[in-house]
């Protein structure tokens, strides 16, 4: 509905009825329906002009004796006008603005900043043209006449004009004083000082004005005809001006001075500052009636025309620019807690994660938002600040939200500020966490593949925990080192690590389990009652081929996670039967829910069976290497589990076994032969032997010993294997691909693992066949280096443990002891990430310099002789004796050359990074000469 509003009477001075020839302005019916203070020129203009007709239809028109009085009048008009206009628009926008309150009777984020633009954009529009009781109006000479310019005083005038007819509308005062009987108009330019004169008659003297050069100049003496010769010729301006540009900041203006008058500071009509308020977003002029406010010319020009201060004001201003009225608080609320916790749905729009080893699309499904609302609080005009804390409401009832996080997903908690117990609230997206796990690769499935330390950000937070399923665990950080002296038992949920965990595995880390995490961080779990059922078991499988087949039902462990070896008695037989357990328990101490004639052993053993090319080609160096990356595999294995057997087949023409299911433990890559002695390479027989290894491991068995958790289980019994076949191979070999189909389809159902290698000028399209046909992985070692890289890599990513680590970790202590421990723990994070960047770069550089160094040594040394002497005399190093200098005179100059560059050398450390990786390779230089050693 429209705002009814059309009377002036709340708007207007205590004059305006004057200025309106006795009117009352409450009856003043003047609709505003075309008024618009959109900034434009031509609305300004066209804004002036309707109001000049309404106030010249009932005051009079503007003429050169009238000014004064009708300026003021207009000008309380426009006033008037434009604040009642500003006032009904705010008034329109805050009634359609009802709806978007909340319940506290706030306006919500977008509703608030849309009301506040509103206001911001009303005032600025307002500003253009008012100053407090004088509106803006330009005030400048019309280019045509003497009246004032009706242009805002903020537009970039072009041309100023009175928008009259600029002639003076009285009669001529020379025909009236003669008596004519025609009596001519005025002639002069409408508010005109002096004398009205026809311009028709030689009543005046016409001559040009002798100040002719002023700003205000009339240009034709106004004297009488015949006036006196001494007498100059003068205009019919009261004061001639001095016209120099006003010296005040971003005034255009023309100094109104009497030329007459000495004077530096030149000074325009206009009295207001010209400067903005100081406050922010405000768009306001300051309201100082100074032209000079803020600025030394302003005492300069108070001096050279002897008016005196005005202390009251200079008090009120306290030397900034306000514009008088007040302003709202720019800063955020400052209560205790969150103004408001909302989660935004994000648009169906995918993200690209790209990481080390995987790129792939994911879904970002939401994110929350804790909102601090801005102040409500107004600040008084001429003040910068208000009294008191910034808050976003006066209501006692208002409630705001806790600001703790989800450590790892960043959603705040849904309660009330200060409540009692865990922290309670929606999750999402886990954009404050990274991996950690005991390998180098994490495959999630779904080529989601993660180096460790990479963002958890494609991962849900709860949904990460159903993923990983049951018997999965969290990682936090330990306060000891040493596992002997960590307080925690697995008892209560947590314990010191059992492996090392990447990326940084120096730092000691405790394993959680699912329900121990998240009372350690303080918030509720919000996975259902059945996953947390779920998670708190044991995660160890029966790894019989009945429950490994397409579509066979899992049987899992039955004890919680983390329990001790159950050892077969009877009355472990008589506990599980009253649990109602068939309990068929495995040689590692599990419990199972699947037949007795299955295997006793769970499925998380490993049968690896290297199958290594041992053709001629890789005689010599090649074979060498393959062994130390052999060696290194068991070396690896052995690290994470001493249960698992090792086959190993070698291969060229035809294939032999040099051992078969070997435990790890007992080394048996030693059977490897000194030298590889082979023919040409075939891949057939290889993999046939691979798929005969496999079958009678599978139907056999082996028998082991489990030891787990410092208990000792022996018993001896059936154990499955998952198989894990490496194939490795540096040449091109006939067949293979209907053996590698075999191998997939009778072993698939075991959870197969299949690794090619192509080592040095390998066929790598031939192998990268191979590893497709498994569905599984390629390899490429170009060099010894990388094939033992290779081979530690996949050893160490077999059965990979991993977990989501929180940002910034030590979640538990921040909890204990607030932002304060959390903040240092982040940093600790940090400064450690930072020295491993910094680490890695100062190596790279070392090696960088350490090249130029040995290039700047070798002419050195090519140019010696071949003796210590002259070497280390050409190295700069000082030797005493002469030509002949004895055996004490070299074992001086030996310690002097390990003062100068010898890094551990006191002194040596403060040296440039240059100077020090120098003098290293000096010392090499010089350990590597016979006679160094000798002396």
Not at 278 to 299: I, M, T
Not at 784 to 807: C, E, N
Not at 871 to 888: A, N, Q
Request: hydrophobic residues 35%.
């Amino acid at each position: 509905e429209p705002i009814e509003d059309k009377g002036l009477a709340a708007y207007s001075s205590a004059e305006f009825a004057v200025f309106l020839a006795g009117a009352d302005p409450t009856e003043v019916d003047l609709q505003d329906d075309r008024i618009l203070l959109d900034g434009e020129r031509a609305n300004q203009d066209l804004l002036v002009g309707r109001l000049k007709e309404f106030y010249e239809a009932q005051a009079g028109a503007r003429t050169g004796a009238s000014h004064v009085a009708w300026w003021a009048g207009f000008s309380a008009l426009l006033e008037a006008v434009v604040s009642r206009r500003v006032t009904r628009v705010l008034k329109w926008v805050d009634a359609k603005l009802t709806e978007f309150r909340d319940e506290d009777g706030t306006l919500n984020e977008a509703a608030a900043r849309f009301r506040a633009e509103a206001e911001a954009k009303a005032r600025e529009l307002q500003a253009r043209c008012p100053d407090e009781a004088e509106w803006r109006l330009c005030k400048a000479r019309c280019d045509h006449c003497f009246l004032g310019c009706l242009s805002i005083k903020n537009q970039e005038v072009q041309v100023h004009s009175c928008m009259g007819s600029h002639k003076c509308d009285s009669a001529g005062a020379y025909c009236v004083d003669d008596g004519a009987a025609e009596q001519n108009a005025c002639g002069e330019r409408n508010g005109h000082a002096g004398v009205h004169d026809c311009r028709v008659k030689d009543h005046t003297c016409g001559a040009a004005c002798h100040l002719a050069h002023c700003l205000n100049c009339n240009k034709v003496c106004a004297r009488k005809s015949g006036h006196a010769r001494d007498a100059p010729h003068l205009c019919n301006a009261p004061a001639h001006m001095c016209g120099a540009p006003c010296t005040a900041p971003r005034c255009q203006g023309r100094c109104n001075i009497s030329i007459g008058k000495q004077h530096t500071v030149h000074k325009c009509p206009e009295v207001a500052c010209t400067h903005q308020c100081v406050l922010p977003n405000c768009a306001q002029s300051c309201a100082a009636r100074d032209h000079f406010h803020g600025s030394a010319l302003s005492r300069t020009f108070l001096e050279e025309n002897a008016i005196a201060p005005d202390a009251a004001e200079e008090a009120r201003f306290q030397g900034a620019h306000f514009c008088g009225q007040p302003h709202a608080c720019s800063e955020k609320c400052e209560m205790d807690g969150i103004c408001k916790v909302s989660i935004q749905e994000v648009k169906e729009e995918t993200e690209i994660f790209q990481g080390k080893l995987s790129t792939f699309e994911y879904r970002a499904v939401s994110e929350a938002n804790g909102e601090r609302r801005d102040c409500c609080e107004r600040i008084p005009p001429f003040q910068t600040e208000h009294s008191g804390v910034h808050r976003h409401t006066t209501d006692p009832r208002v409630v705001q939200y806790c600001d703790k996080r989800c450590p790892t997903c960043w959603y705040f908690c849904e309660l009330e500020y200060g409540h009692n117990g865990l922290h309670k609230g929606a999750h999402g997206m886990m954009r404050r966490s990274f991996f950690v796990a005991d390998a180098e690769e994490i495959d999630l499935g779904g080529g989601r593949v993660y180096a460790p330390g990479e963002s958890g950000r494609a991962e849900m937070c709860d949904m990460f925990c159903r993923s990983t399923g049951r018997g999965h665990i969290h990682i936090m950080d330990c306060d000891s080192a040493d596992p002997l002296r960590c307080t925690h038992a697995a008892e209560d949920g947590r314990r010191h690590q059992t492996r090392v965990y990447l990326p940084n595995g120096h730092v000691p880390k405790d394993e959680l389990t699912h329900a121990a995490y998240w009372d350690t961080v303080g918030w509720e779990d919000s996975c259902s009652a059945a996953d947390r059922a779920e998670f708190a078991r044991c995660g160890y499988a029966c790894g019989h081929p009945a429950h490994c087949a397409p579509g066979a039902a899992k049987s899992q462990c039955v004890m919680p996670l983390w329990h001790r070896p159950v050892t077969e008695t009877a009355s472990t037989r008589n506990a599980l039967a009253i649990q109602g357990d068939p309990g068929v328990v495995s040689s590692d101490g599990h419990v199972y829910n699947c037949s007795p004639a299955h295997p006793l052993a769970s499925g998380d053993n490993y049968h690896v069976v290297l199958v290594l090319d041992s053709s001629y080609s890789m005689n010599g160096a090649p074979w060498a290497q393959l062994k130390a990356a052999v060696s290194a595999f068991v070396q690896t294995r052995l690290a994470k589990s001493s249960a698992d057997v090792l086959s190993i087949a070698l291969f060229d023409a035809s294939a032999r076994i040099v051992c078969e299911a070997q435990p790890f433990s007992a080394q048996p890559q030693t059977a490897l032969p000194a030298q590889a002695t082979g023919a040409d390479t075939r891949f057939s027989p290889a993999l046939s032997t691979t798929f005969e290894v496999l079958q009678r491991v599978r139907a056999r068995g082996s028998a082991v010993s489990a030891f787990r958790f410092g208990v000792s289980a022996f018993r001896s019994g059936q154990v499955v294997y998952t198989p894990l076949v490496l194939f490795m191979s540096d040449g091109c070999g006939s067949g293979g691909s209907a053996e590698m189909d075999a191998i997939y389809r009778a072993f698939s159902g075991d959870k197969l693992e299949v690794h090619t290698v192509a080592f040095g000028n390998a066929n790598k399209d031939q192998l990268r066949s191979l590893a497709n046909r498994a569905q599984r992985h390629f390899h490429e070692s170009v060099d010894g280096v990388a094939l033992k890289d290779t081979f530690v890599r996949i050893s160490s990513q077999m059965k990979v443990h991993v977990s989501l680590v929180a940002q910034p970790t030590g979640a538990r202590a921040a909890q204990a002891n607030g932002p304060a421990a959390n903040a240092r723990e982040i940093e600790r994070v940090n400064s450690f990430r930072q020295q491993q960047e910094k680490a890695a770069e100062d190596d790279a550089e070392r090696e960088r310099l350490g090249e130029a160094a040995r290039a700047e040594i070798a002419p050195v040394k090519e140019a010696a002789d071949g003796s210590l002497l002259d070497l280390l005399r050409r190295l700069g190093i000082p030797v005493g004796g002469g030509e002949r200098p004895s055996r004490s005179d070299l074992k001086k100059a030996k310690a002097a050359a390990n003062r100068m560059f010898h890094p551990n050398t006191a002194g040596n450390a403060q040296k440039s990074l240059w100077d020090r990786v120098y003098g290293e390779e000096v010392i090499k230089e010089l350990q590597n000469h016979p006679d160094w050693n000798a002396l």
